[in-house]
């Protein structure tokens, strides 16, 4: 599983956080940090947050270890 977080369309809601805090973070002025290859066991918490999203700015995309689309 790879993240992708479009930071030209990022606005700062920090929903991700709320809904994935291990994976997003804050920092300073609307600065988004992530993890862009999380492990497998937080899928469902990014999945949420991808969903919570309100810009849809976070997507998924398969990783190499992926046998499965996102």
Do not use: K, W
Not at 43 to 61: F, K, M, N, T, Y
């Amino acid at each position: 599983m790879r993240v992708v977080v479009d930071l030209n369309r990022c606005q700062g809601y920090a929903q991700c956080c709320y809904t994935a805090p291990d994976a997003f973070a804050i920092r300073g002025h609307e600065i988004l940090f992530y993890d862009p290859a999380p492990p497998a066991e937080r899928r469902g918490a990014i999945e949420r947050a991808v969903q919570a999203c309100p810009v849809r700015a976070i997507s998924l995309q398969a990783g190499p270890d992926d046998g499965d689309l996102p």
